[in-house]
Nanobody
Framework: VQLQAYGGGLVQAGDSLRLTCAAS????????MGWFRQAPGKEREFVAA????????MYADSVKGRFTVSRDNAKNTGSLQMNSLKPEDTAVYYC???????????????????WGQGTQVTVSS
């Protein structure tokens, strides 16, 4: 499966962005999806994840209440709605899928097998 995240850009603090993850080569319907980000000079970190059915989601404390993860299995896409953006949200954002179907959404990077090319989000103060 190939994943491509898009929708990033340059915004001001307080603005919103919506990232989309498109899958090709395989349906993503049965796989938990995660979003991670990597800021310059830092390790990649967990942002949010959603179960394969969309019924359960989880967030890093730093984005809880501001970001919302969702998915549209019929369209083979996932999304990350980011509101009230802060300069510290600046990073390359990646979407990812777990390798096994019908497993749980997790925050562990090692649990995810399929990674797309990231999309840059830059938030100016």
């Amino acid at each position: 499966v190939q994943l491509q995240a898009y929708g990033g850009g340059l915004v001001q603090a307080g603005d919103s962005l919506r990232l989309t993850c498109a899958a090709s080569g395989r349906t993503l319907s049965y796989y938990p999806m995660g979003w991670f980000r990597q800021a310059p000079g830092k390790e990649r970190e967990f942002v949010a994840a959603i179960s394969w059915s969309g019924s359960y989601d989880m967030y890093a404390d730093s984005v809880k209440g501001r970001f919302t993860v969702s998915r549209d299995n019929a369209k083979n896409t996932g999304s990350l709605q980011m509101n009230s953006l802060k300069p510290e949200d600046t990073a390359v954002y990646y979407c990812t899928l777990r390798q096994a179907t019908y497993t749980s959404a997790t925050s562990r990077e090692d649990d995810y097998a399929y990674w797309g090319q990231g999309t840059q989000v830059t938030v100016s103060s």
